[in-house]
Each structure stands twice: as C-alpha cells, then as structure tokens.
C-alpha cells in the first residue's frame, strides 16, 4: 500500500510539471499567433461548489478525519477565445453537518483556463472544453474541544466551538470544465462546470498543536456563471 501511495503521488506530481509546461508553451504559441491581441473579456465570476479533502495529524480527534465543505466564490475573469485568467479573491466554505469537528475554508486562487478546441478550430462555439491550472491560497480554521486537556474547562452552555487555531497552505491544483456561452451581443454570459484536483506544496499554522497536520486528497467540484463586457 505504501509504494502505491508513493507511486500514486509522484504521478500526479508529474501531471501537474507536465501540465505546467503544457500551459506555457501554449501561451507562449498563442501569444505568438495573436501577436498579443487584446483582452476580449472582462468580468466577475461567482460561482458554488464543493470541496473535500482528507486530514493527517498527529491529533487523534482528527487524523484521518475526512472533511466535506460547502460554499461560494467570487472573483474576476479577462482574456481572449483561447485564454481566460481567473482570480478568484474571496471564497467561502464551511464543513457540512456530518463533519465531527468543524473545519472552515477561506480560499482565494488565480486560475487558467486554456480552450484546445477553439485554439485547432480557430472559431466561437457555443459548447466548449477547457482545461484549468492554477495556484492557491487556503486558510483552514479548526473548532472544537479536542485540544483541551481538563475535560472541566469545556463550556458546554453554548453550542459554538471555540477555534482552535489556523492552518495556512499554498496549494496547486489542475482540472477540466464545461462551459456553455449564451448568445450575446456585446456582453457576454458563461455558465460552467468543473472538477479540480489540488495538492498543497507549503503549509504553515498559528498553532504549535497543528505543526504536524496536513491536508491529502484535496478536490473540488464548482458550478457558475461568469458574466461582463465582450469587446
């Protein structure tokens, strides 16, 4: 089990170089062909999804724990037919009710969709595949009991758990989404799907209890609209 865990990890730390590299050379083509054409779109984003990821901590409470989160994000978008950048400033999400200790999730990320259908076909299509990568920012906020060694001192007249502390991680994540562009003329309207799969590369936390805590299996799933002026 533990040399597939291994091997299933640097798997995935290869898609994510290749993917990296992938994008770039992209970027630097469509930058070439397009002779740096301007930027097409610029709007806001909202969008509603889920996250889910799994903890290791040497706290019993919750290693192993696996945590579901529910919420929303708002952000900016701007680029051309084959580029869209994302940066997403402020997303919500809390643990849902069959979580045992509470987790909440602050995320803000920039994100990079890059269209290959539209960039082969060189034309609009209403229906369309993008692939995603991109960096991010999270702050998690643990609540609980767990932490308190005199079962005396817990207050259990209120029903909020006190925080505990905050574990801060840059993660990178790459994924795949749907996107339907409604007719329009000079505005533009895209609603869309996607699925992304994250792995976090630096961790830190305001809390020496929390020093050996990480996060494994981190996933998230989104739906939305993106809307603004199309030049």
Not at 75 to 93: E, S, T
Not at 147 to 170: A, F, R, V
């Amino acid at each position: 089990m533990i040399i597939k865990s291994r091997i299933r990890e640097k798997g995935i730390n290869a898609l994510m170089i290749l993917f990296l590299f992938f994008g770039t050379g992209i970027y630097s083509c469509t930058v070439q062909a397009q002779s740096l054409s301007p930027v097409k779109y610029m709007g806001f984003e909202v969008s509603f999804g889920v996250r889910s990821f799994a903890i290791n901590s040497n706290i019993a409470a919750i290693n192993k724990m696996a945590v579901v989160e529910e919420g929303a994000s708002l952000g900016v978008i701007f680029g051309n037919d084959y580029l869209k950048a994302k940066v997403r400033a402020a997303g919500f999400y809390y643990s849902s009710s069959k979580v045992p200790h509470t987790v909440d999730l602050f995320e803000s990320e920039g994100l990079l969709n890059f269209y290959p259908m539209k960039y082969l076909l060189k034309r609009e299509l209403p229906f369309d595949v993008y692939l995603l990568g991109g960096i991010g920012m999270d702050n998690l906020k643990f609540y609980g009991n767990y932490l308190t060694e005199d079962p005396g001192k817990i207050n259990y007249s209120t029903t909020k758990e006190p925080y505990l502390g905050k574990l801060s991680q840059i993660n990178a994540s790459v994924g795949v989404g749907f996107e339907y562009q409604l007719p329009m003329a000079n505005d533009f309207v895209h609603l869309f799907a996607e699925a992304k799969y994250g792995k976090p590369v630096r961790s830190s936390s305001n809390n020496d209890s929390f020093q050996g805590t990480s996060v494994v299996n981190f996933t998230s799933i989104s739906a939305g609209v993106s809307f603004g002026l199309h030049k």
